[in-house]
């Protein structure tokens, strides 16, 4: 799985560890780029994931773009899978198989998990493009 480490903009990093402290430090998540991300798989064809997070370890599709200056689309996919990495820190040891008894029982969609990551993500871009863009 050929992948590169991603580094975030310094304001962007400062925001992270301002706003969501319980991530713990996006100093200490991982983040990738690559072109095949991990048990992408899974998923039906028509519904590929454009990030999956193991751990504190964030894999985001190559064609997803740049960091550098992120559209929102971009944003939301980055806050949605830092939910999950806070998700994973309130449960450590049950957070993967938690993740994936949601998944069988309820679906990718109307999985618990899924929609605080969805809940989250709206409302952090719109309070990130609020604090940045004026
Ligand atoms: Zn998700």
Redesign the pocket.
């Known amino acids: 799985m050929p992948k590169e480490r991603i580094t975030l903009p310094s304001h962007l990093t400062d925001w992270i560890d301002r706003r969501l402290p319980d991530v713990g430090g996006i100093s200490n998540v991982k983040l990738f780029r690559c072109y095949k991300i991990p048990f992408e798989w899974l998923a039906r064809s028509n519904e590929k994931?454009s990030?999956?997070?193991i751990c504190n370890r964030i894999y985001f599709q190559a064609s997803l773009g740049s960091f550098d200056d992120p559209p929102p689309e971009m944003l939301a996919v980055l806050f949605?899978?830092l939910?999950?990495v806070i998700q994973f820190k309130r449960h450590p040891v049950l957070h993967l198989p938690l993740y994936a008894w949601y998944l069988l029982r309820k679906g990718?969609w109307d999985?618990p998990?899924?929609i605080e990551?969805?809940e989250a993500e709206a409302k952090l871009v719109d309070e990130y493009l609020r604090d940045y863009k004026g």
């Open positions: 994931p990030a999956v997070t949605h899978e939910t999950h990718y999985s998990m899924e990551a969805r």
